[in-house]
């Protein structure tokens, strides 16, 4: 069975057409008018071995919160859709990655309860034309819309770009990890019957 979503999205801020594969290979065709931000969820995907495509029409003249908020949903929405009932995934993933002298953790349970745990100090106000606020923001609508729990985290740092990197890519490694299938698991790896 394909593990894969459409999603489209369309609001008087932004107009955002994705696709995901879970089971892909990393290949990408991201434009979201935000180059850091392109440069971000090309390296996710890379990492976690997705197939994923995005284009955005956003009010970028506004700035950059509605259209990496939206991105964001997206994402959510279609992890949730390719996913299906989670039946036969391990659920749990985790990344402890290494960037040059930054150190970041995420960690994932594909649990169907949504909650964020972010913990990453930048020190420059913007990377390119991200505003590094706006990356906590990203993650909050991921894990919303997917109805995840997620940690991210900076456990040592110095360069922003390194940081921003990162973290998306511990991710999608993470989240790699998670959506693995487990042929010793019958149904959802939980003991409440669903997820």
């Given amino acids: 069975m394909e593990r894969t979503a459409v999603c489209k999205r369309k609001t008087k801020e932004t107009e955002i057409a994705m696709s995901l594969n879970l089971d892909g290979s990393g290949k990408t065709s991201i434009h979201t008018g935000i180059g850091f931000l ?21 009010d970028l003249e506004v700035d950059c919160h509605h259209t990496v908020e939206d991105v ?55 990377l390119g034309e991200l505003d590094t606020e706006m990356i906590r923001e990203f993650f909050y609508a991921v894990s919303s819309h997917a109805m995840m729990n997620l940690h991210v985290k900076i456990l040592d740092g110095g360069n922003n770009h390194h940081m921003a990197e990162a ?16 042929p010793r698991i019958q149904g959802a790896w939980t003991t409440k019957g669903s997820l």
């Fill in 72 to 126: 964001g949903i997206v994402l959510g929405d279609a992890l949730c859709q390719a996913l299906g009932d989670k039946a036969g995934i391990k659920r749990y993933g985790h990344s402890i990655l290494p960037m040059d002298e930054t150190l970041a953790l995420c960690a994932v349970d594909l649990s169907g309860r949504a909650y964020l745990n972010y913990d990453a100090a930048f020190t420059v106000p913007r």
């Fill in 38 to 58: 392109d440069h971000m969820l090309d390296g996710f995907a890379r990492h976690g071995l997705f197939d994923l495509e995005i284009s955005v029409k956003g």
């Fill in 167 to 182: 973290l998306f890519k511990s991710f999608g490694k993470a989240l790699d990890m998670a959506v693995q299938e487990e």
